[in-house]
């Protein structure tokens, strides 16, 4: 069975971009934007796994099954995140105590 064939150049460009938004990543890491500084980085985040699964994962030229099970990992994963903020959430803050700041 011979399988979609992509280009030496899509795989060149996906790694261009990737390490393109790496870059970016640092440099709003390093710029003060506030409450947006975290939604920002999380979004170049994804898009970068976005790319990673598709391309170099092959789930884009795959069949709807692994669409299917791709999706559903992702699901399970959020369903996973909402478990931990769920916790993190009722937890009682103890006056007085803080973390160990390594320095």
Do not use: C, E
């Not at 060149?12 to 938004?21: C, N, Q, W």
Request: charge should be positive; aromatic fraction near 18%; avoid cysteine.
């Amino acid at each position: 069975m011979v399988g979609h064939l992509t280009p030496l150049r899509t795989y060149f460009a996906i790694f261009g971009s990737l390490l393109g938004l790496t870059a970016l990543t640092t440099w709003v890491a390093f710029q003060d934007l506030g409450a947006w500084n975290t939604p920002i980085a999380l979004s170049i985040a994804v898009f970068k796994a976005l790319l990673v699964v598709l391309f170099f994962m092959h789930v884009k030229y795959s069949s709807r099954l692994i669409w299917v099970f791709a999706i559903a990992g992702t699901y399970w994963l959020l369903i996973l995140f909402a478990f931990m903020m769920g916790d993190y959430v009722t937890r009682l803050h103890v006056q007085g105590w803080a973390p160990a700041i390594a320095g």
